[in-house]
């Protein structure tokens, strides 16, 4: 019965537990599924992550390629992320070029980069006018449950943080590159945002990390991305009903909360990498 009143009316179905304060998954409105984060899962990158949020599951893999500096910025590497949503992680992708849901959420990775200097991209020149690095952060769902964004972002964060690129010269009468795989550096993490995103259900009912299907029954999106000096990087919300200037304060108050959750998460699997290794 429940299942074929979940089937014709998905929105009353989601009314009924909203009214109790619940989900139909079990959580309550703020409550966020079970996070995951395993690093070094790509032995070919310079730094991965995958991280598990409920069903949704983000790879990352960062490959670092030696470059020449713009000559508008000759003394900045640059960073360039990539979100991919193959087929293979949800029916509602198809194949061929990027999908505009897929071009949203690289836009967003990359303005957030931007706006919380996460790295310095004066970090990534060598020889100015010379030489730079250029990171490709690339990003894959492997399976689509909704909020993709947060699960990138954490991805992303704790690929960078586990990025050891070689040590690189110049030749100072070749002027050629010399790189020394045996001393490595990590990225210098100037910033740690983390990303909260928020579903409102009628226009009112605010609630936290949103499924798939919550995302489609939903009036309006938000993403607040904070860091951890409480700086508030970022608000993304792609149209929708409007929000309230008090339920963005309650947005920004939770996203605070679950950004130091995420910290704790990324060091402790770091932590315990360490100590294997």
Request: aromatic letters at 4%.
């Amino acid at each position: 019965m429940a299942a074929g009143f979940k089937t014709a009316e998905p929105l009353e179905y989601h009314r009924s537990f909203l009214k109790e304060n619940c989900r139909p998954d079990g959580r309550e409105l703020s409550e966020f599924r079970s996070t995951t984060l395993n690093i070094g899962s790509i032995s070919t990158a310079d730094g991965s992550a995958l991280v598990k949020l409920g069903n949704t599951t983000i790879i990352c893999g960062i490959k670092a390629e030696l470059t020449n500096p713009t000559v508008d910025a000759p003394g900045k590497g640059y960073i360039v992320p990539n979100v991919d949503l193959p087929p293979l992680c949800s029916s509602r992708f198809r194949p061929g070029p990027p999908g505009e849901q897929a071009q949203a959420a690289s836009q967003f990775i990359a303005d957030i980069i931007e706006s919380s200097e996460v790295i310095k991209k004066e970090d990534l020149c060598i020889g100015r006018g010379k030489l730079c690095w250029v990171l490709y952060c690339d990003i894959m769902c492997l399976d689509y449950d909704g909020n993709i964004l947060d699960a990138c972002v954490v991805a992303l964060l704790a690929a960078l943080k586990t990025t050891q690129l070689p040590e690189v010269t110049i030749n100072k009468e070749t002027s050629a590159p010399e790189v020394n795989f045996e001393k490595k550096h990590k990225l210098n993490i100037h910033r740690h945002p983390v990303s909260v995103s928020f579903c409102i259900f009628d226009d009112s009912i605010l609630i936290v990390d949103p499924t798939a299907e919550e995302e489609s029954l939903s009036t309006a999106r938000l993403t607040v991305v904070m860091d951890e000096e409480d700086q508030l990087c970022s608000l993304h919300k792609p149209g929708g009903t409007p929000l309230s200037g008090e339920k963005l304060q309650e947005c920004i108050k939770r996203a605070t909360a679950r950004k130091g959750e995420i910290h704790k998460l990324i060091e402790k699997v770091i932590k315990s990498m360490k100590t294997a290794q």
